[in-house]
């Protein structure tokens, strides 16, 4: 192949190859470099990498970094960026290396002993954790109990007597779920009106249980409090961060908004799991955008949230035995006849969770679709005074509770109004609450269809009515589904054989 130029002449790419030999002789430059060794440190520097690489890989929590975190940056634990062959972080000299006499009479090292031991720690964490993964096999949060030990070890103080008898509680007819009230007032109820009221505080220390009963001696909420465990801080700071970042996220993708208000409050609530109610045709997963479902997935992920969530639900277990044991048999039931339905947690049998990100102070309201005869666990994270501010305080019982950061309070959210006090300017707060709706445990008592379906088939009223009683008998039965705290003992030996 030829080409010619703006003068005519003609010349080829290939014309150099035909060059007389005089013209085509290069000059040989000799150095002390060994190929050898270089190829050496390339692949010895390679497998460290690769090393470090599969140590973070299966270090990592599944959380994410935000770019703009300066604090998270700082704190960084990625590997360091391998060396690019272009521009090498440290070029040796001519000098440092060997010369092709002394590499031949050395032979090279091989890789350092630290990246096969780093390798055989993953490859072992590795096995145990299929080991546990075939031993878990099969089983459901439904399997679990409470370790007897537990309630040796937890230092519980005295009850709380309250002059309320929870027969009295509002519930809707069927007593499935709470009665319907007026629309949200979309207002903070401050300390000082509550004080007006003629509310009372219950000083806490957030870690030692406490129970509230009514004048009955019914168990009707309980300041569970923390795990005897001196890494709880750390869990509870880890879980406040992954929400923080959640936070953060939502509001650089435009998917929330800060100042947004809703019925509970301003904060960011993030919900999942099985609901069944507000219009639904049958009990179903939660939808949400492919953002929140990305966001979602790496909350549930949190080893730090899943430690919560299994100690609300054995906290249930714990003091409510009784009720623990009607949700294992109701839900058990509707998780294995709808098998599209997905468990939010392996170690919590609540099927649904709101993890409430930033500044998570609640108006007054009450989750009336809710479980009317059940409880739900709250448990409060982040910076606050809560001498100060962030009480959680029940309308029905005059209570104004304090809830120090990390711990945890159940209460029937369903058919008592509750909300929070006001922190202060500069602090923060988040909070964690698992529940569940009272709408699934009427649709497998009516043998899993709703009411309406029931009712169009022949028979179907009978039916409706034999599980429903007559007005007001049904709530009545409920009521024992609380353990007395005379009877709490009686309870855990009865339903756990402990």
């Not at 168990?219 to 953060?248: C, F, H, Q, S």
């Not at 639904?280 to 997935?297: A, D, E, T, V, W």
């Not at 445990?441 to 179907?460: D, E, H, I, M, V």
Request: with cysteine; hydrophobic share 35%; aromatic share 8%.
């Amino acid at each position: 192949m030829s080409r010619r130029t703006r003068s005519g002449a003609q010349f080829s790419p290939y014309e150099l190859l035909n060059l007389p030999n005089s013209l085509r002789s290069f000059e040989i430059i000799q150095t002390n470099i060994s190929l050898d060794a270089l190829l050496h440190n390339a692949v010895a520097d390679d497998d460290r990498y690769a090393a470090e690489q599969d140590a973070a890989n299966y270090s990592s929590d599944d959380d994410w970094v935000d770019e703009d975190d300066d604090e998270a940056t700082a704190s960084s634990t990625l590997p360091p960026t391998p060396p690019s062959p272009l521009t090498p972080l440290s070029s040796p000299s001519p000098s440092a290396l060997p010369s092709p006499q002394s590499s031949r009479a050395t032979s090279p090292q091989p890789p350092t002993v630290s990246i096969e031991k780093t390798r055989r720690k993953i490859q072992a964490a590795n096995r145990r954790k299929q080991r546990r993964q075939r031993q878990h096999a099969g089983e459901t949060p439904y399997d679990k109990h409470p370790d007897a030990r537990y309630s040796q070890a937890h230092r519980q103080q005295g009850s709380h007597t309250v002059h309320f008898d929870l027969a009295d509680a509002p519930a809707a007819a069927g007593a499935w779920v709470g009665r319907r009230r007026a629309n949200a007032t979309h207002r903070i109820v401050t300390l000082p009106e509550l004080l007006d009221e003629g509310g009372e505080v219950v000083e806490w220390n957030g870690r030692d249980p406490k129970l509230i009963v009514d004048d009955q001696g019914r168990i009707i909420a309980i300041l569970l409090g923390t795990p005897e465990d001196d890494e709880w801080p750390g869990v509870i700071k880890d879980a406040v961060a992954a929400m923080a970042r959640a936070r953060k996220e939502a509001i650089r993708s435009g998917e929330w908004r800060v100042g947004s208000v809703h019925r509970r409050g301003t904060h960011l609530p993030v919900r999942d799991g099985v609901s069944f109610g507000g219009g639904q045709k049958k009990p179903g997963n939660l939808c949400h955008s492919r953002f929140m479902q990305r966001l979602i997935r790496r909350l549930l992920r949190n080893k730090s949230i899943q430690r919560i969530a299994g100690f609300q639900s054995m906290g249930l277990a714990l003091y409510a035995p009784k009720l623990y044991r009607y949700y294992c048999k109701v839900l058990r039931a509707l998780f294995k006849n709808h098998p599209k339905l997905i468990h939010t947690f392996r170690n919590s049998i609540f099927p649904a969770i709101t993890l409430n990100c930033g500044d998570a102070v609640a108006f007054e309201h009450c989750d009336m679709l809710n479980c009317v005869h059940g409880l739900c666990p709250v448990t409060s994270g982040g910076d606050f005074n809560h001498v100060l501010g962030g009480h959680l305080y029940l309308r029905q019982l005059r209570l104004i509770l304090q809830f120090p950061s990390g711990a945890t309070i159940l209460i029937p959210s369903g058919c008592l109004d509750h909300g929070n006090t006001p922190i202060q300017p500069d602090e923060t707060r988040y909070s964690i609450t698992q529940y569940a709706a009272g709408g699934l445990f009427r649709w497998a008592a009516y043998g899993f269809q709703s009411a309406k379906t029931l009712l169009a088939q022949p028979g179907g009223e009978d039916v409706k009515r034999a599980f429903d009683g007559v007005p007001g008998s049904r709530w009545k039965w409920s009521l024992d589904l609380f353990s007395k705290h005379n009877e709490l003992d009686a309870d855990r030996v009865a339903v756990f054989q402990c």
